[in-house]
């Protein structure tokens, strides 16, 4: 309308101005009036000429808006067409959600998953799991859902929810879990030593009985065994079975300990098993280092290592067995002289919070070193040495002041440090828990030397003497002096005799624990030094205030399955020693196997002490929530926890090891659990045990709501199989009755050509009865080897069979 408008107009003012024009024209001048005539014609064909131009292009324009406007409104159509097959077809869950988190609408497939009545209810009463995911717009999660695993895609901006069946792809990645190589190596501990004493026929009859044990529980979980060195083994198997044989808790060790118990002999075994998704050369190493983990923690347990997880120990329940000979002794001796030799000066450095027994140690290598003749140097902190040490010190400044002068503070020994200082280390083998770590970080030239077993965090030293079976550290380093040959005799004051004999008194907890015949003869030699013994006994009495202290901590003590005792308080003792001397005077309570004195070192820091007889690791214990030390004798320091969580949590793993009774819980089995039920069950479980199967996620607690799940889940299930049952009944129909006919080639002798398969019949069948049959189903009376009739039976359920006949005919 508006083109014409302005045509219009412009016509007008052409007509106007010919108007205003035509009385200045002289119609008698025949060549001027020709002129403007093909003037006026020359216009108007260029005018004519722009407004076709003109016209053409805005027609190509609408045109080709026409093309797309038609090409969209195809592309919408199809575009449509596939939104609702993904909303109505596709095996794709979509939910949607109003703002009180409500169902308002499902498409068919998540009704198929949920419930066809889903819509309208609360998401919560649907699945709790995606009512959580929803609250905490968690976009992206994964959820079971009967037999079924789900990927979930949630969009917060619409309240949709996306289910996506992923059971395929996690049951191959658990398949493939399942299926990743575990490879295990076994050390018969102490078998020569043991068995030397026997004549050979009794040696060749324990060792076969030992090894047929061993064979017997590989072959229980399927695991290829096989010897590969005197008194070692190799076993391969999967995943899978490593995961069975940490539910039995490697009861082999136990099995092993029996034989040795019968037969009166002090043998152990010791397992290292790794395993990782990596190539089999770098899985042996980790394999290795697992079973020297497991020789240096004292032998008689299973260190597992799996890719991902934290390293696991298993057994140690008695105490380590002396491995070492005299030889041995002597050969490390020798190695550690030769160090010392061929270094310029020698740093000597205990633990934090040195004891009698880091202290004496410090002493008894300081003369190992002042007879090579070497400088000396031993790292001293004063306020890092505990109560007893600090008073004894100040006590040497008087008494032994040659010896104080060989002790420096950290400040001082770093200028004195050369490339060829070597660093010796006592009483710890933790790099968290040396005097200083400074000096630690300076030396990289490094000897350790300790009694405890090891853990996950150790030094990278040059050389280690470490045997979890002495009772001290006192005890290795005068086994050592012993073999430590000199031009000079070693000369050991009575002062320093009596702090290396205190040691002693310390760590075996007044020899009453983790002695041996070498323990005794240590103090023997230590007495002929000149050790006081009541010196000893002076240092470590308690002063009043700490006795009525330790009283009164005493009279809040709690039994806990009548054999384990806790004292446990909210009050604040930095004293760690207190701590200690509590759990021992606990341990003095008759029927107390282990005792632990639990309280705030800090106001974020929970100490725990413990203190057992024989018959409890509280090592084990202690590795549990982040601590250590030795079979009867453990401490651990937990950061960001609280005294009542690390209580339960005690409480939880004591239960898990050595709970017969107590406090019970029932939880839903997710998947079959050897001995305890089989998926979907509810079982009654011990406490400590329901934990450890919920951590495992091998369960769920049975509350109110998981249990409403749970029958919710039946029922569904119970339905599902009833419309399956009904379905198969109708399929039965179909089926019963019918025949087929097949044709075969028979040969001059009567025989069948070839083979008549269920495949074959089962496509016969849908070719002519348009039904069809799953092949792996059909079941046939007898062979088909000839021409006649036969009898095919559908297995369609365990109760619903249907049968038709085969006719086989000749061609």
């Not at 493939?176 to 030593?193: F, R, S, V």
């Not at 009694?451 to 009772?471: K, Q």
């Not at 005799?489 to 002062?495: A, F, P, V």
């Amino acid at each position: 309308m508006k083109r014409w408008i302005f045509i219009v107009i412009a016509s007008i003012l052409v007509g106007l101005a010919i108007y205003i024009y035509i009385p200045y024209i002289e119609f008698n001048n025949g060549p001027r009036v020709g002129a403007l005539a093909v003037l006026f014609l020359s216009f108007s064909f260029l005018w004519v000429a722009i407004y076709i131009n003109l016209n053409y292009q805005s027609r190509q324009k609408v045109r080709t808006l026409q093309n797309r406007l038609s090409m969209w409104t195809k592309l919408s159509y199809h575009v449509n067409q596939v939104g609702d097959e993904v909303f109505n077809e596709l095996p794709i869950g979509i939910i949607a959600l109003d703002d009180d988190l409500e169902i308002k609408w499902a498409n068919p497939h998540a009704k198929t998953i949920f419930d066809p009545r889903i819509t309208g209810k609360d998401l919560k009463e649907v699945h709790p799991q995606l009512h959580l995911a929803a609250i905490n717009n968690k976009t992206s999660s994964m959820i079971r859902i009967k037999n079924e695993t789900y990927d979930v895609t949630y969009r917060p901006e619409f309240k949709f929810f996306y289910l996506f069946d992923v059971t395929l792809r996690e049951q191959m990645k658990e398949r493939y879990q399942n299926q990743i190589a575990a490879l295990g190596i076994i050390y018969l501990d102490n078998l020569d030593e043991a068995l030397g004493s026997l004549d050979v026929s009794e040696q060749s009859s324990l060792k076969g009985e030992y090894l047929a044990a061993i064979a017997d529980w590989a072959n229980k979980y399927d695991c290829f065994l096989k010897p590969y060195a005197e008194e070692r083994l190799l076993f391969v198997g999967y995943r899978q079975q490593l995961e069975k044989m940490i539910t039995d808790k490697f009861d082999i060790l136990d099995k092993i300990r029996l034989i040795s118990t019968q037969n009166q002999v002090r043998v152990s075994i010791s397992m290292g098993i790794a395993s990782w998704d990596v190539k089999y050369e770098e899985l042996g190493i980790y394999a290795q280092n697992a079973i020297e983990l497991a020789e240096k923690r004292g032998g008689d347990q299973v260190v597992v290592n799996i890719q991902d997880q934290k390293i696991a120990y298993f057994g140690a329940k008695n105490d380590a067995a002396a491995k070492s000979s005299r030889v041995g002794i002597r050969i490390n001796a020798q190695t550690i002289k030769d160090f010392i030799d061929k270094s310029s000066s020698v740093v000597i450095m205990g633990h934090n919070q040195a004891d009698l027994d880091a202290f004496g140690s410090m002493i008894a290598v300081y003369h190992m070193a002042k007879a090579s003749k070497k400088p000396v140097y031993m790292v001293i902190e004063e306020d890092k040495l505990d109560a007893t040490v600090k008073k004894l010190y100040d006590q040497l400044k008087f008494d032994l002041p040659q010896l104080i002068e060989t002790c420096f503070t950290p400040e001082m020994i770093m200028p004195r440090i050369n490339p060829d200082t070597i660093l010796i280390v006592v009483d710890t083998q933790s790099p968290k828990m040396v005097m200083n770590p400074e000096i630690l970080d300076k030396i990289p030239r490094l000897i350790v030397i300790d009694h405890h077993r090891i853990g996950e965090e150790t030094f990278n030293a040059m050389f280690s003497f470490v045997e979890p079976y002495a009772s001290s550290t006192i005890e290795l380093v005068m086994e050592l002096i012993n073999f430590y040959s000199t031009e000079e005799e070693l000369k050991i004051s009575n002062m320093e005799a009596t702090i290396m004999y205190g040691g002693l008194i310390v760590d075996t907890s007044n020899f009453s624990v983790r002695t041996s015949s070498r323990t005794f003869e240590v103090a023997s030699k230590l007495k002929d030094f000149g050790a006081d013994i009541v010196e000893v006994k002076l240092w470590l009495r308690r002063d009043l205030v700490r006795t009525l202290e330790i009283n009164k901590l005493l009279s809040q003590v709690d039994i806990f399955l009548d054999r384990f005792a806790f004292v446990v308080t909210t009050d604040i003792y930095e004293d760690r020693i207190l701590l200690a001397q509590v759990a021992e005077a606990a341990l003095q309570i008759n029927g107390i196997d282990a005792a632990f004195m639990i309280a705030k070192m800090g106001s974020n820091m929970v100490g725990v002490s413990a203190r057992s007889y024989q018959n409890v690791n509280v090592q084990t214990l202690m590795e549990a929530v982040g601590g250590g030390g030795h079979l009867n004798s453990a401490a651990a320091q937990i950061e960001n926890m609280s005294i009542h969580e690390v209580y339960d949590q005690l409480k939880n793993y004591i239960e898990l090891e050595y709970g017969q009774g107590g406090q019970q819980v029932k939880v839903i089995l997710l998947e079959d659990v050897k001995g305890r039920g089989k998926k979907d069950d509810v079982i009654e479980v011990a406490a400590g045990y329901g934990q450890f199967l919920v951590t495992q996620k091998k369960a769920l607690l049975a509350n109110d709501e998981n249990l409403a799940a749970l029958n919710k889940a039946k029922e569904d299930a119970f339905e599902a199989q009833q419309r399956h049952i009904q379905l198969m009944k109708a399929l039965k129909a179909e089926i019963d009755g019918k025949k087929v006919t097949i044709g075969i080639q028979i040969g001059q002798d009567g025989k069948m050509f070839g083979s008549v398969t269920t495949k074959q019949i089962c496509e016969t069948f849908e070719q002519v009865h348009h039904v069809l049959i799953d092949k792996k189903k059909v079941e046939l009376a007898s062979d088909i080897n000839s021409i006649g009739i036969y009898t095919a039976t559908v297995q369609l359920h365990k109760d619903i069979k249907a049968q038709f006949e085969v006719h086989i005919v000749e061609k």
